[in-house]
């Protein structure tokens, strides 16, 4: 046999064996590190004082998935000042109630949330290389009407000690000397986001007169995006996209699965001069139950004052 036909079936096999230890990294190691990634950003009027921004997403949880659980559970620690989830929280209706308990002590705490799909519909089995088109979503998917999750069950459970769903709507939040003016929209990767309506205008400023604005949606489609920058927001927060999901060295992300740009999958970056965060997420659906190069992550988001100048 010619060396040029051995060396091609050596690489041959090199490469199937390295695609298969990929996918077992993937589905049965990293889809379990667990990480959090911390960021600081200097966006508070001068003035306040620093606060913490704990931004989970994209749980997809099913009730036996207990590491996922004890790391939700060991959030607390972190004692954030506010806690926001950007949706895709369960995979199945069991779920609900575990994830309300897992929760519980950051539910006590100032927070928001919007839905994600995965909070309405079911998870369905696809054919995998969907995920890698322009446009991922089933078919009929935004026409539809009838969640066979219990959505409401779930925004109870999640509003229960004084989160604000921010579904299509606004809210404010007091945190000790600085309001917290949140808006929020439905899930767009389902069409279903609608822009609050503006503050009237005349709408007097806090007492103390410090204000954050943050836009939150599930996915980071360019229109919201816009919308939120036009409408003043300090900081926008998303979800969605799992990083990637899948990331290759030297490429990054293949996809957003949004028109978000594949650069921007994952952490800070900026659209129209406002900063971003989208959460990579802590899971992934049970009918695709991997991660490689992007592991499931919470964020916790340290907000302070601008730097003194030093004048000369």
């Not at 929209?185 to 205008?201: C, I, K, N, T, Y």
């Amino acid at each position: 046999m010619r060396p040029a036909v051995l060396a091609a079936g050596a690489l041959g096999t090199l490469g199937l064996g390295t695609a298969a230890a990929a996918h077992v990294w993937a589905r049965h190691v990293e889809i379990h590190q667990y990480t959090l990634r911390e960021a600081e950003l200097r966006i508070l009027p001068p003035g306040t004082r620093t606060i913490r921004i704990l931004h989970i997403s994209d749980i997809h949880l099913l009730p036996d998935q207990d590491r996922k659980l004890k790391f939700l559970e060991h959030l607390e620690s972190l004692r954030p000042h506010l806690v926001i989830d950007t949706g895709d929280n369960i995979a199945s209706a069991a779920a609900v109630p575990v994830l309300a308990r897992a929760l519980e002590p950051l539910l006590r705490r100032p927070g928001a949330f919007v839905m994600g799909s995965n909070d309405m519909f079911t998870p369905v089995a696809k054919n995998p290389t969907r995920y890698l088109l322009p446009d991922a979503r089933p078919k009929g998917l935004t026409e539809r009407t009838d969640p066979d999750l219990p959505t409401e069950e779930l925004a109870a459970a999640l509003s229960a000690h004084g989160w604000k769903d921010l579904t299509n709507t606004r809210a404010s939040i007091e945190l000790g000397g600085l309001e917290v003016r949140l808006a929020g929209v439905d899930d767009p990767h389902l069409e279903r986001d609608e822009m609050p309506a503006p503050l009237p205008p005349g709408t007097p400023a806090p007492a103390h007169g410090h204000v954050l604005r943050l836009g939150v949606a599930h996915a980071p489609y360019q229109r919201v995006l816009d919308a939120f920058a036009a409408d003043g927001s300090d900081l926008i927060l998303a979800g969605h996209t799992h990083g990637g999901q899948l990331r290759l060295p030297g490429i990054g992300a293949l996809v957003t699965n949004c028109d978000l740009p594949r650069s921007q999958a994952r952490g800070l970056s900026t659209w129209q001069g406002v900063p971003l965060n989208v959460s990579a997420g802590m899971g992934a659906s049970p009918h695709s139950n991997y991660r490689l190069l992007t592991p499931p992550e919470a964020t916790l988001l340290t907000l302070r004052s601008p730097r003194p100048s030093t004048g000369a």
